[in-house]
C-alpha cells in the first residue's frame, strides 16, 4: 500500500498490524490466482463504492456455498486454517489470529449468494489485487436485516443509496426483497429522511409501488396469525415476544417456506405448520 495509498486507506495501515494486512493479502491473493469465483464485500467494498473507509477486524468474502470446499482447499494451501462457523452462511479462514470470513448468505438465510451477485458484480482493486466487489444491490439486500441493538447497518445502506442509487438496478432490488418488500421501504423512507435533498435519487415509480402495497395491506387488516417476523432482523432482540408472549415466530415460519432451495416461495404446507397450521402470507396484511 504505501505510496499508492488513497485517501482514507492510511487508516488500515495506522489501526491494524502489518501482519493482519498482510494474512488479508495473502488470501486476497491466492484466491485470485485459483480461479475459485469470489467477491470483496464489507468495509473494503463499501469504501470503493462510497467512499467511507472503516477500520475493520477483518477482510468479508462472499462466494457461492457451491464454491466454499474449494477456496478452502486454496487457503490451506496458502496456510490458513480454516473452519465453518455456522453451517447456514459463514466459514473462517485463519492465519495465525488473523481470519478472513468466507460468506455465502446472509444470518437469516434471506439473501443468498447465487450466480446474480457474480454476473453483477464490479471490477475493483483492493490490497493491489485485480478483484470483483458484491454489487450494491446485494450488498444493501444483506446490510437491510443487520438490526441488531449492538450493531445497525441502517446507515450503510443510506450511504450506499446516496453513492449508487442514480445508476442502481432498482427492478432488480425490488425483485431481491420480494415478500420482505417492507424492510425495503422502511429504509427508503430512512433515505429520504437523512438526505432530504437527493430524494429524487430513489425513483418515484419505486416509492408509489411500495405505498400501493402498503395501502393494500391496510385494507387486508390484521394478519389472521399472531406472528413476529422480528427475528429475521434480530436474533436476540424479539425473543421476548416470542418466548414470553407467545407470538409465533417469523423466522421459523420462513425457513420452512423456504425449503431446502433455500428461497422464498418453496415449502408450501410446512411453512403453514410452523406458523401454526394457518396460511400465511407475509406480503398481505403483515
Known amino acids: 500500500m504505501g505510496a499508492g495509498t488513497r485517501p482514507g486507506e492510511d487508516l488500515a ?59 478452502f482447499r486454496v487457503l490451506e494451501d496458502a496456510g490458513f486454517r480454516t473452519e465453518i462457523t455456522d453451517s447456514g452462511w459463514i466459514g473462517k479462514a485463519w492465519q495465525g489470529e488473523w481470519f478472513v470470513d468466507l460468506i455465502f448468505s446472509s444470518g437469516n438465510g ?24 458484491a454489487p450494491p444491490e446485494e450488498m444493501i439486500w444483506s446490510k437491510s436485516f443487520v438490526l441488531e441493538r449492538e450493531r445497525y447497518d441502517g446507515a450503510d445502506v443510506n450511504h450506499l443509496l446516496h453513492a449508487c442509487g442514480a445508476g442502481m438496478d432498482w427492478d432488480r432490488l425490488l425483485r431481491r426483497f420480494d415478500r420482505y418488500w417492507e424492510v425495503l421501504f422502511s429504509h427508503l423512507l430512512l433515505f429520504q429522511f437523512a438526505y432530504p435533498g437527493a430524494r429524487s435519487i430513489v425513483p418515484d ?23 413476529c417476523r422480528g427475528s429475521l432482523m434480530s436474533r436476540v432482540q424479539y425473543v421476548h415476544d416470542v418466548e414470553r408472549l407467545g407470538l409465533h415466530d417469523g423466522r421459523r415460519w420462513d425457513e420452512a417456506e423456504r425449503g431446502p432451495a433455500g428461497r422464498a416461495g418453496h415449502g408450501g404446507a410446512a411453512g403453514a405448520d410452523a406458523a401454526g397450521g394457518a396460511d400465511v402470507s407475509p406480503g398481505g396484511g403483515g
Open 205 to 227: 415509480r419505486v416509492i408509489e409501488e411500495l405505498v400501493g402495497r402498503t395501502l393494500e395491506n391496510l385494507r387486508s387488516g390484521d394478519h389472521p396469525v399472531a406472528m
Open 110 to 133: 434471506v439473501a443468498v449468494v447465487d450466480d446474480l451477485w457474480f454476473t453483477h458484480a464490479r471490477p475493483g482493486r483492493v490490497m493491489d489485487v485485480e478483484v470483483l466487489l
Open 13 to 71: 495501515i495506522r489501526e491494524r498490524s502489518q501482519g493482519e494486512l498482510d494474512a488479508r493479502a495473502t488470501a486476497l491473493r491466492a484466491l485470485a490466482r485459483s480461479g475459485v469465483p469470489f467477491l470483496v464485500a464489507g468495509a473494503y467494498a463499501f469504501f470503493e463504492y462510497t467512499g467511507i473507509f472503516r477500520d475493520t477486524k477483518d477482510l468479508d468474502l462472499f462466494l457461492r456455498e457451491q464454491d466454499l470446499d474449494a477456496a
